[in-house]
């Protein structure tokens, strides 16, 4: 299962022959850049296999987003366990170039959000953001989450800020 398509995104799994779309977005450096840097092609390669387990696993992973208007790749979207918890997810958005404008990243993270919410048991969700990603700290606070602490993340365990939104009532 997978989020609902928004106005302009569709959303779907991760298969097989997606695997060069998710090498592109994991290894683009600018898409890249506040996450720890592109990714090699093995570990974009890694990354998809642990995409498409976490599916199977969990019931979901990083979908890949689609342009309803032209098919296009616009990045992926979803879900994974925070700390291993699937009592808090953590929630990311990774967009592609061609669609950093027009608030795509938005859009895509209020059909996960939605999605976490009508089809988890989670208490809360959890975003963090590269320490410099003044445009992924600005749309975090859009979507109504609520800084709570910096921790190491990544391959050069830079402390990035993260936040948290408890499930609505």
Not at 95 to 124: K, L, N
Request: glycine share 10%.
């Amino acid at each position: 299962m997978h989020p609902t398509d928004s106005a302009r995104l569709r959303f779907r799994t991760w298969r097989a022959e997606d695997l060069p779309l998710a090498i592109a977005l994991w290894t683009d450096g600018d898409v890249m850049r506040h996450m720890g840097g592109a990714r090699s092609v093995a570990q974009a390669e890694e990354r998809f296999r642990d995409e498409c387990a976490n599916q199977q696993k969990y019931g979901f992973q990083y979908w890949p987003i689609f342009s309803l208007e032209t098919g296009e790749h616009a990045g992926c979207a979803g879900l994974r366990p925070f700390h291993g918890s699937l009592g808090e997810l953590e929630i990311g958005v990774h967009i592609a170039r061609p669609f950093w404008s027009g608030r795509y990243g938005e859009e895509a993270a209020r059909a996960v959000m939605a999605h976490a919410w009508a089809h988890t048991s989670t208490s809360s969700l959890v975003a963090g953001h590269g320490p410099d990603n003044a445009n992924s700290q600005a749309l975090i606070e859009r979507l109504g989450f609520v800084y709570t602490h910096h921790e190491p993340w990544g391959p050069h365990q830079r402390m990035h800020p993260y936040y948290r939104l408890d499930r609505p009532l």
